[in-house]
């Protein structure tokens, strides 16, 4: 049954990945082109603050983000509807940090799953069989959300790319983290190894589409939803299946489903609050409490675990 359970997974990541394989109004609105055009013809006498400098910004990318600001204000006295720029929403910097809120809400994610890794690891014993499995989890997502800090603090083409690469191999590690769980619940460690191999090639082709075919936001988007569905209703099924033996489970359900429910905010995309708070940052925000409730889930079912073998040996 294992085994059957494992080819139809396998069978629905690779239709996923297989075959789900320009500019913004702002960017072409005169009188913001106009107001560029002024600025930089003035950057050589003009000098970057220290606060700006240490960011990456340069004077072109001063002169991009004042003359939209700029447009922005004449929009609003105008009670005009506000474009993007450059794929993006008009944000106020703080001390060059382009987005502080989803800088801050990234570092609330980086402490939560920190601090549930540091919960786990005073808890479990080393030797529990999801241990290593757990640690690589970790490692992966404090990796994601670091490339998420920064691509926040600063929006340039390769801190964007690590954003998207580290979030992608988040998302490959959490299906790969339920399979993992239910094989080797089973024994079936050689066929977890198997299922790990598939989800690298996979991952490491999906990689090399983003970088050397087409960096396809959409179809980056697509992959990243369709395998994080399927992962979370994997999960919600088998805690159903389980509901009555484990009194944990519900932290598990919540998560599964709590997850992609408060994705729905990337959907309902609009300018920012205060230029400060967008649907992106009110996400990395709804996803703090998941983060801890995860390991808080991974830790009691580890101990439940534990306890249950102690007690059949006994």
């Excluded at 929006?155 to 988040?170: I, K, N, P, Q």
């Excluded at 996803?287 to 102690?310: G, K, V």
Aim: hydrophobic share 50%; charged share 15%; glycine share 6%.
């Amino acid at each position: 049954m294992v085994l059957w359970q494992l080819l139809g997974y396998s069978a629905l990541l690779i239709v996923i990945i297989i075959h789900t394989v320009s500019g913004s109004l702002g960017d072409r609105l005169e009188i913001y082109r106009s107001l560029l055009t002024q600025c930089t013809s003035n950057c050589q006498e003009r000098t970057i603050p220290w606060s700006l400098y240490i960011f990456g910004w340069n004077c072109l990318d001063d002169c991009k983000y004042q003359s939209m600001h700029r447009v922005v204000d004449i929009l609003i006295e105008n009670k005009q509807q506000i474009p993007q720029w450059h794929g993006k929403w008009p944000f106020v910097r703080l001390f060059g940090i382009q987005e502080p809120a989803s800088v801050l809400f990234s570092i609330g994610n980086a402490l939560a799953n920190y601090h549930g890794w540091k919960a786990y690891r005073n808890n479990v014993d080393s030797s529990y069989r999801m241990y290593p499995m757990v640690r690589a989890y970790f490692i992966i997502s404090l990796n994601a959300w670091f490339w998420s800090i920064i691509f926040h603090t600063r929006d340039l083409l390769w801190t964007e790319r690590m954003d998207y690469f580290s979030a992608g191999a988040v998302i490959g590690i959490g299906h790969y983290l339920f399979v993992f769980y239910l094989l080797s619940m089973h024994g079936h460690n050689f066929l977890a190894r198997l299922y790990g191999i598939l989800v690298f090639l996979l991952y490491s082709y999906h990689i090399y589409y983003l970088a050397f075919v087409e960096f396809s936001y959409s179809y980056n988007m697509q992959v990243n939803i369709a395998v994080g569905i399927l992962t979370a209703i994997c999960w919600c099924i088998w805690c159903v299946k389980v509901f009555k033996t484990r009194p944990h489970i519900w932290i598990c359900l919540l998560c599964a489903i709590g997850t992609p429910a408060v994705a729905v905010l990337e959907v309902f995309d609009f300018p920012p609050i205060w230029w400060t708070f967008d649907a992106h940052s009110l996400w990395h925000a709804a996803t703090i409490p998941f983060a801890y409730l995860w390991f808080l889930f991974l830790r009691n079912d580890a101990e439940f675990e534990i306890e249950r073998n102690q007690g059949k040996l006994d």
